[in-house]
């Protein structure tokens, strides 16, 4: 089988592929890349049993045949030095050949009969579109509340609502809180919800380019597949159980700000070089429309005024600043509210003009 690609092209489908091979397994057969030549395309596939991905490239020109190909071809192929490879595979001695230029390399493949057939799910009728760009900026600003922590698999995911015409998600480490709705008129399902892996959804965030076309989702049994055009990309969902929060939203604010993002992620990242210990914290007071942010350690104090438009009370309260300075990184605005509900209660960044989403953080408790 021999096969002439563009280092690019080739390069780009390896690394995506690459984002399911498990570091580690007691499966060794899962190191493995799937490289498949069938009904005119080259598909490359790989697999932890969590994580699915299927990339498929247009080649009608070469024989049928599949063989496995070692991790390392990924490091390989991205440091061949000329824009062509050529690919000389021997399916019966498991052996490919790589040419680029001057520099050749013998690789040893193994047999692909041995890996998991991975069958893509087709979409049924409860398959949803989302416009791509949409589809990157509504994860990266849900996915980073998600726990990474073990101990609490269900905050371990993401909860995909699915009800009428509309999807909600929602993810939280149980200190913070994100919730993000999205509609469609042209969406018609029944009432569904599934627990996405957040490490699969920051996996596909990676793969989301910046092209205008439409990401399709189909849940099908226990897994959640997206379908990118040339990559498939699936998920076993866990069966956790998640907890209604729809509680921890109260329903009336004491304090309303509104500030210039840019100037507020600046004046917590300086505060933050001064926040220790496990919860980093730093003080917001707010009057007169103004807002100070106070931080003092070990190490010394600091202190910023920023300008704002202020609504309602007074308020002094203290809060991780790793929690503000994500929702800060995250959205890209000219100004973002932030909601009080007095000393004790939650605050809640909002995005201007758009009431589908917010992110709610719990304030620390300083004795």
Known sequence: MFITLKKEVLSRCLNIAAKALPPHSTIPVLENILFESCDG???FTTTNLELEIKVALPYSDT??????????????????????????INLESLRFDLNSGPTKFNLYGADAGEYPIIEAILPAKDAVSINRLLMKQVLKTVVFAASTDDSRPAFNGVLFLFKEKGITLISSDTYRLVVKKISDERWDFEE?????????????LKILDEESSEVTIFPHQKQVAFNLGPVYFATRVLEEKYPDVSG?????????LIVERKLMDETIGRAALLAEGVNQPVQLSAGNNQ?????????????EILPVHQEGEEIEIYVNSRFIADILKVVDLKEIIIDFHGKNGPIIFRMIDDETYLYLVLPIKME
């Open 41 to 43: 395309k080259l598909t």
């Open 63 to 88: 024989e049928t045949g599949k063989i496995l190909l070692p991790r390392k071809t990924v490091d390989i192929i991205h440091h061949l030095p000329a824009p062509d490879v050529e690919m000389n």
């Open 192 to 204: 569904k919800k599934y627990l996405v892996p957040a490490r699969s959804l920051r996996e596909l």
């Open 248 to 256: 921890v939203i109260p329903a009336r604010r004491t304090t309303r």
């Open 291 to 303: 807002l100070s942010v106070r931080v003092s350690s070990q190490v010394g104090r600091m202190e």
